[in-house]
């Protein structure tokens, strides 16, 4: 025990060093709102004072909103079909003995690390070579693609968790496989369902690069903000748009995390006490 | 509740074998189902399967033929041929761009993984309350949107941005410095601070796992800090650190927004190369080329360096 408060002493260099970087990673994220209400068309300091007029003209821009309502249609579709597939995926590799458990497994997290343009140039290949016209459908379906591994990697920690036995208790109490689904299995996953929903949504609404080469006419909101970076006077409404993404994103993320993670550290902790 | 209900099923009488469980007798098929586990299992799984196999398995051959046509006109010509990897092994300018690439990732990779250890340490072995809030702080901005914080970048390293008009309001240079925007340092700086998170989950991981009991075995042996920290975490972190390494330079050799928007033409990557074959120069069999012969360096350096990490790890056993 001494030994090991001993090894546990405080490190002074090692706390600054924590909140050195915790403040580089958040300063450039926190500067966007800071110039998005200032009172210049120039991103730069000194700053100028406050203003709200770049809102305004957000507000007033059309564009804009189209973006962001086929951003939150592509969105929805996105988190919905990626998490059922990832529930059915995570039941499936859970609860049957299934031969090519660890290639499947990798197979479907595969999107995670190989560079997303290749997917998407592929994606883009096949489609102009069956002929299908780029559309929101194209780019909701590049989006399933980059979202389901979040979606598996978010539910599969859910399945693992918990005792099969209950299952089989619940067949055993006269249940069929379907009513044990949904009145055993699913409130015990719920949370992982609640996190993957939110998580796939943002990923979706934030996801550029697929879209990039996805999107037909209809723009989704990142690629509406991509092609206003080319006109320096439209710096500070995007600055203000950007703000807005962040200001909404950032709890969606923090709550998706903290309830996939809560009951999943609770579950480990329960098999690891019994 | 979890405990509440496992301690239910505890008590409970032994469950029958499954394949005992009462069962609703519905023809062969069922019957068969019922009785063949896998069959069961890769049924549940097929809509799954479907869309990755027509997201990825499809679209990645098509990918492959489309690499060995050429472009005639508007048109493709079918004929297989090996034109494009003749053209992109000897013109220069295909090698150049694919080391580059290559070679940013590669420091990227690198700045990120040590910047990032002493962080991980710090959480897995000095934060003792709210774990939890530490990870969730370090990598809630990895969720957000990916352009927006590449574009932020932009506006801190621009040439009237937030670090040169800074400076100059401060008196401290005359002249915006120009080398802070597009150069391959500004790529390098934006790919570490973006990947951090990427970086951070596998070495925590790697040394939350560490038994204590061996670190205070080795200050009974009469370790120093130093001396223990380079014996014992570090090789006992090194599947962490490798993890993190392939999970950041995979990834970032192919990006696109970052040397887009940071790199001007110095920094220019081989994602910024596939996207004008496929865009403006509308040469899409090169396009392809370019992305497979992207796909093959990328399992080559995996494959050497997994090698290369297997055998130092024997050697230390």
């Not at chain 2, 012969?293 to 056993?317: G, H, P, S």
Request: some cysteine.
């Amino acid at each position: 025990m001494k030994a090991t408060s001993h090894l546990q002493r405080p490190n002074r260099s090692l706390q600054v060093y924590a909140a050195v970087f915790l403040v580089v990673l958040y300063l450039p994220v926190l500067l966007i709102p800071l110039f998005a209400f200032n009172d210049s068309i120039y991103v730069r300091f000194p700053l100028r004072g406050f203003t709200t007029q770049w809102f305004v003209e957000l507000w007033n821009r059309q564009p804009a909103w189209n973006a962001f309502w086929n951003s939150i249609r592509v969105g929805l579709t996105v988190a919905v079909i990626s998490t059922v597939l990832g529930i059915v995926a995570a039941k499936a590799i859970t609860r049957y003995r299934m031969p090519g458990r660890t290639a499947l497994v990798t197979f479907i997290m595969m999107p995670l690390v190989i560079p997303g343009i290749i997917f998407g140039v592929a994606l883009l290949v096949l489609l102009s070579r069956m002929g299908v016209p780029l559309s929101l459908y194209t780019v909701t379906l590049g989006h399933l693609i980059v979202c389901l591994p979040f979606a598996v990697a978010t539910l599969l920690p859910r399945f693992e968790g918990f005792d099969r036995s209950m299952e089989e208790a619940s067949a055993d109490l006269g249940e069929n496989g379907w009513w044990t689904f949904w009145r055993v299995t699913f409130p015990m996953v719920f949370p992982g369902v609640v996190a993957s929903l939110l998580l796939t949504f943002t990923i979706s609404f934030d996801e550029f690069i697929m879209a990039f080469f996805l999107t037909g006419t209809d723009p989704t909101l990142p690629i509406y903000i991509w092609s206003q970076l080319r006109f320096p006077q439209q710096f500070p409404s995007i600055l203000a748009l950007a703000s807005l993404v962040l200001f909404f994103s950032i709890p969606l993320i923090f709550i998706a995390i903290w309830v996939g993670r809560l009951g999943v550290s609770q579950s480990s902790e329960g098999t690891a006490e019994s | 509740m979890p405990e509440a209900l496992d301690r239910m099923t505890r008590f409970s009488p032994t469950h029958p074998p499954p394949g005992e469980m009462p069962r609703i007798k519905t023809g062969r098929i069922a019957t068969l189902l019922h009785r063949n586990e896998t069959l069961r299992g890769y049924l549940l799984m097929s809509p799954t399967l479907a869309i990755m196999t027509i997201g990825i398995i499809i679209p990645f051959i098509i990918l492959l033929v489309l690499s060995f046509w050429t472009r005639q006109g508007f048109e493709f010509d079918t004929t297989l041929t090996l034109t494009n990897y003749r053209r992109v092994a000897s013109e220069p300018i295909f090698g150049a761009l694919l080391a580059r690439s290559l070679w940013i990732s590669g420091v990227a990779t690198i700045t990120t993984v040590a910047l990032c250890y002493p962080m991980a340490y710090f959480v897995a072995f000095h934060v003792r309350r709210n774990k939890m809030m530490w990870l969730i702080l370090i990598t809630l901005p990895f969720w957000t949107s990916y352009l927006l914080r590449v574009f932020a970048w932009k506006v801190i390293l621009g040439y009237e941005g937030v670090i040169n008009s800074a400076l100059i309001s401060l008196g401290w240079i005359e002249a915006p410095l120009e080398f802070l925007l597009y150069s391959r340092e500004a790529v390098i700086i934006t790919l570490a601070h973006a990947w951090a998170a990427f970086a951070i989950l596998p070495l925590y991981v790697s040394l939350e796992k560490i038994d204590k009991s061996l670190l205070e075995a080795a200050t009974d042996l009469g370790d120093g800090p130093v001396a223990r920290f380079f014996r014992v975490t570090l090789p006992l972190s090194m599947p962490g650190v490798i993890a993190a390494c392939f999970l950041i330079f995979i990834p970032t050799t192919g990006d696109y927004i970052t040397p887009a928007l940071l790199g001007g033409p110095d920094g220019m990557m081989i994602g910024n190369f596939i996207q004008v074959q496929f865009g403006p120069v509308n040469n899409w069999p090169m396009g392809a080329t370019l992305s497979i012969v992207l796909m093959l360096w990328i399992c080559a350096i995996a494959l050497v360096f997994l090698f290369v990490t297997r055998k130092a790890q024997e050697r230390i056993a």
